[in-house]
């Protein structure tokens, strides 16, 4: 079975300092992972994904993770925070042959001015 | 940018009540999910479907629920008596063919009474 970790629920940063949320995961075979972020009432919109190609993944708004076999960790980090980048952000992993994605609980990230 | 739509954005129905939410998946896209989000929890797969047939579900997914592709463009989710507990946001997602990365509609807002 396959499992996602998010630690730390809540994150608090400076506008201009580095984000950094992590997730680790558990999987019996080489995974399919994926962030998703999602702002106040709206989708789930995806960030970026990593799917067995190049371990540092670049995704939008500057956002990119780095596929860590040894640590099983999948952390997700941006440079310089900004004020709209305030929202939940969800880490999930999938693998070959089952395409239904899981979840993890989701890390709300606030940015103070 | 195509995307995944759904109707309606919020549905109230009261308990034992039939509800059909509504979703138009990516038009090139092959396989298409439902998603719940209960308030404050994970978002929980329900359900994968391709070539006009369920190819996984959970356990969430009883025989309360069912989907269908009745024409090119939809792709419904049914829950056939609700109960206070399916009080939950619903997403629709698609993926394209060859590719694990899911593309999440904006959810359709289920309130049981």
């Known amino acids: 079975a396959q499992s996602v970790t998010q630690l730390g629920s809540h994150v608090s940063v400076s506008e201009g300092a580095l984000v950094l949320l992590r997730c680790n995961y558990s999987?019996?075979?080489?995974?399919?992972l994926f962030w998703y972020v999602q702002y106040p009432n709206q989708g789930l919109q995806l960030l970026l994904k990593?799917?067995?190609?190049?371990?540092l993944v670049k995704g939008i708004n500057d956002f990119e993770a780095e596929f860590k076999k040894s640590e099983t960790s999948f952390h997700l980090t941006k440079p310089s925070a900004h004020m709209s980048d305030a929202a939940e952000y969800f880490c999930a992993v999938s693998y070959t042959g089952r395409r239904a994605l899981t979840f993890g609980s989701g890390t709300r990230l606030q940015v103070q001015p | 940018e195509p995307e995944v739509t759904q109707t309606p954005s919020h549905q109230v129905t009261q308990m034992g009540q039939e509800v059909i939410l509504r979703c138009v998946p990516i038009s090139n896209h092959l396989y298409f999910y439902w998603y719940r989000q209960i308030l404050g929890q994970k978002v929980e797969f329900l359900v994968s479907?391709?070539?006009?047939?369920?190819?996984?579900k959970s356990e969430i997914f009883d025989d309360q629920f069912s989907v269908e592709r009745p024409d090119g463009s939809n792709f419904t989710l049914k829950i056939r008596s609700t109960k206070l507990e399916d009080s939950a946001m619903y997403f629709c997602?698609?993926?394209?063919?060859?590719?694990?990365?899911?593309?999440f509609g904006p959810g359709t807002r289920l309130t049981v009474t």
């Open positions: 999987s019996s075979v080489p995974p399919y």
């Open positions: 990593y799917t067995s190609a190049a371990t």
């Open positions: 997602a698609s993926t394209g063919t060859g590719a694990y990365e899911q593309y």
């Open positions: 479907f391709y070539n006009n047939e369920i190819s996984e």
